[in-house]
């Protein structure tokens, strides 16, 4: 085994693969090219003389050793990002980069006001924005890729601090060729006969909530069609494709447009949440970022865990 500590770099790459279980989507994840990726694992592997991947199904499996390894290597990424921090408090600086997973529409999120208020108040700070899907922010939080989160996710992580933005309401909306049907049905069961475009992973926000409306009643949606970005599913729904879970204000739009009809039967929310490790609630950084929000969002509360589940 070699003597030569591992880079803390290296160390994240490790984590972000082993979350991806695929090279290329961890280096996308990092900004990185798949070969820097490789050569990161490939480093680390040498460097403990221990093998952390095999490959199975054209997917990247942790061995043994790289399942016992996955935690601890999480655990010293938020150590990293904690020493940091603490520094950063000992001089009293507000400098530095300060890395902001968003999930959602930018308009909704209201993030470019944030980050231009920061930027007014702090100058120094030198700010990266990272579109993500509210898991992805989640999973940046946690293995130290990012700072801050804002996304649609119940506060259920007991290393997060969070903060209520505003509950976001979801509404059931379909093609207008549809409108006598969707306006019409009684229950959910004659919606979830229906096609529908629904999200390709059981972790995204709207999943969440599909499945509380849906598989909570022992439903089964009629999904033609999955997505992994709004965007795409928002181009399904103009050209009359299916049935889909949308934020109210994106679906009154729709509506006022003329190529939506919208269900009554009101189906959920989630709240969209401000989010970071509960460890650096002291890093400058994030006060200076928090600060920025409550201008843009003066009703942000935080939040304690599990208070929003109830409701």
């Not at 898991?135 to 801050?148: A, K, T």
């Not at 649609?152 to 509404?171: E, G, I, K, S, W």
């Not at 049935?243 to 003329?258: D, H, I, S, V, W």
Request: proline share 4%.
């Amino acid at each position: 085994m070699s003597t030569v500590p591992v880079d803390l770099m290296q160390l994240r790459t490790f984590v972000v693969v082993a979350e991806e279980r695929h090279l290329t989507r961890g280096a996308e994840r990092l900004h990185m090219s798949q070969s820097s990726a490789s050569a990161h694992v490939k480093a680390i592997e040498e460097r403990l003389d221990t093998q952390l991947f095999i490959r199975a199904n054209r997917r990247l499996e942790l061995t043994e050793s790289g399942q016992h390894l996955f935690p601890k290597a999480k655990a010293l990424l938020n150590e990293a990002a904690v020493f940091t921090a603490f520094a950063r408090e000992l001089r009293g600086e507000v400098k530095g980069s300060l890395s902001i997973g968003v999930s959602g529409d930018p308009s909704s999120t209201r993030i470019a006001e944030i980050a231009a208020r920061l930027r007014r108040d702090h100058a120094l700070i030198d700010l990266h924005l990272d579109a993500r899907p509210s898991s992805g922010v989640q999973q940046g939080l946690e293995n130290g890729e990012l700072d801050v989160g804002v996304c649609l996710a119940q506060p259920t992580n007991p290393d997060f601090h969070y903060h209520l933005l505003q509950d976001v309401r979801f509404r059931i909306a379909g093609p207008i060729a549809w409108k006598d049907v969707i306006e019409g049905a009684s229950d959910l069961a004659e919606l979830a006969d229906l096609p529908w475009i629904a999200p390709s992973s059981s972790d995204m926000s709207g999943a969440i909530i599909q499945d509380r409306i849906f598989a909570a009643r022992g439903l089964k949606i009629n999904a033609v069609i999955h997505f992994n970005n709004a965007t795409l599913a928002h181009a399904m729904m103009r050209e009359g494709v299916g049935l889909m879970l949308m934020r109210e204000e994106f679906a009154l739009q729709g509506k006022a447009e003329g190529y939506l009809a919208l269900s009554s039967i009101e189906p959920d929310q989630m709240p969209l949440t401000l989010a970071h490790l509960s460890s650096r609630s002291g890093d400058p950084l994030i006060l200076a970022f928090l600060n920025a929000a409550q201008h843009v969002w003066p009703d942000m509360n935080s939040v304690q865990l599990n208070a929003l589940s109830a409701s």
